[in-house]
Every structure is written in structure tokens, then in C-alpha cells.
């Protein structure tokens, strides 16, 4: 019986990549592989006309004293989605998204689709994003509501983002799940923890504190949800 095989969509190569976001895209392709399913780096790009599109936001920007995010402009999401090569898509099951939510708004595809990410549009309004344009508020709770709608399993860091999407969003809760992030570092790479004890008794042990559960061993558990698209 052949291997389902994954399409990672990613600006990133999932391969090689250890710093894009954090460790996250490439730790997780590295755990679709342990739990058994091949994985094929799906590429997208920023074209170069993009840069006249950003160059009359900024000016726009500049001129109203609001904020844009430009990942989030719709024609720059249309021309990322149309820059990946369809044939990739074609020779895989599923498809797997790290965030890219405004590439996943756009694209075309019948095949089941896994949307991970950390919070939504919405929830970083005025948090993460201040004093946006109020264009760019729009832009991004549409491309935002696209990519939940399309996605086939939603998979959240917290019941924050998840509730969020539920709540706001109106995504029903069949497709949501909530696994935590957790350390995007090599099991062998570990160290022992140290105890330390303190002159008032009682032991200080660091991996009681810091132990991730989307992270090494943890982050596996992602893909059980394969066998249920």
C-alpha cells in the first residue's frame, strides 16, 4: 500500500528551513515523517510586481497615518496562491498549511487540506497589529474566513485562537482541534535535567516546568488527524 503523501505549502523549505517560524515548519514536517506519511515541499513566492502594489500601500500608509499588513493585501495573496506550480498539488493526498493563511485563501484545490496556525486575523487586531486602515482590517478577516472555510482539519495552539474561530468566524467544531506548541528542538539534543536542592527542602526540577506538547515527541500527534480526512 503506497505512503499517503503530504504537500507542504510553504514559503520556507520544510527540509532545511530550521528557523522559519520558529522551528515550527520544519519540525513539523519531520514529525508527518515519523508518524509515517511522505512529505513534498509545495513552494510559493512573492513575485516581483508585488513590490509597485506594497510601494502604493506604503504611500497610503504613510499619507492616513494607519497601519497596513501586507501579507494580507488580496491581489498579493491572488499572485502567491497562482505562483505555485499545480502539478505539485496534483501528485499529493493532502495538502498541509503552517499559517499562510492568505495563500490558502486562493487556492484551487480538491484535495483535504490541514490549516495550523496560532491565533486568528481578528484576535490580533489592536494586539499584535495596532491602528490599522480600517481596508486592511476587511482585507484580513475575508482572507481569514476563506482559509478556515476551505481548510478540512483546523489544528490551534490554544483554545484562545480555536474559540476565536468558532466564535467569530463561525467555523463549526468538528474542524477545530487544540494542540499546544510546544520546543522545536532534537530529542537528542536534550539534556538531563539537573535537580537543585533548596536550603528550605523541596527540589527544583526544570523539565517539570518547560515540557512542550507540539513539540518533539508531542508534535506527532498532528497527524493522527490524517487518517480521519
Not at 499529493?92 to 484535495?111: A, N, P, W, Y
Not at 467544531?173 to 537528542?188: M, P, R, T, Y
Not at 539534543?189 to 512542550?212: D, M, N, S
Amino acid at each position: 500500500m503506497a505512503k499517503i503523501t503530504f504537500g507542504y505549502v510553504s514559503k520556507a523549505n520544510p527540509f532545511i528551513d530550521r528557523k522559519a517560524w520558529s522551528g515550527t515548519i520544519f519540525k513539523i514536517r519531520e514529525s508527518i515523517e515519523q508518524a509515517g506519511y511522505t512529505v513534498r515541499w509545495i513552494p510559493y513566492t512573492t513575485p516581483f510586481f508585488s513590490k509597485f502594489i506594497l510601494g502604493l500601500y506604503h504611500l497610503y500608509a504613510k499619507l492616513t497615518g494607519k497601519n497596513i499588513v501586507y501579507s494580507h493585501i488580496p491581489l498579493i495573496a491572488r499572485m502567491e496562491a497562482h505562483s505555485i506550480d499545480k502539478k505539485l498539488i496534483a501528485g499529493c493526498d493532502m495538502l498541509f498549511f503552517s499559517g499562510g493563511s492568505q495563500v490558502l485563501s486562493r487556492i484551487e484545490t480538491d484535495k483535504p487540506v490541514f490549516y495550523l496556525s496560532d491565533a486568528t486575523f481578528e484576535l490580533m487586531v489592536d494586539y499584535y497589529w495596532p491602528n490599522l486602515a480600517a481596508c486592511s482590517v476587511r482585507y484580513g478577516n475575508t482572507i481569514e474566513q476563506r482559509a478556515l472555510d476551505k481548510a478540512s482539519v483546523i489544528i490551534h495552539s490554544s483554545e484562545w485562537a480555536s474559540n476565536s474561530a468558532r466564535d467569530y468566524y463561525h467555523i463549526p467544531a468538528s474542524k477545530l482541534n487544540v494542540i499546544e506548541f510546544g520546543a522545536n528542538i532534537d530529542e537528542n539534543k536534550i539534556q538531563t535535567p539537573v535537580k537543585q536542592e533548596f536550603a528550605g527542602g523541596g527540589v527544583f526540577a526544570p523539565h517539570t516546568v518547560f515540557r512542550g506538547r507540539l513539540g518533539a515527541e508531542g508534535r506527532r500527534d498532528c497527524c493522527r488527524y490524517g487518517h480521519a480526512a
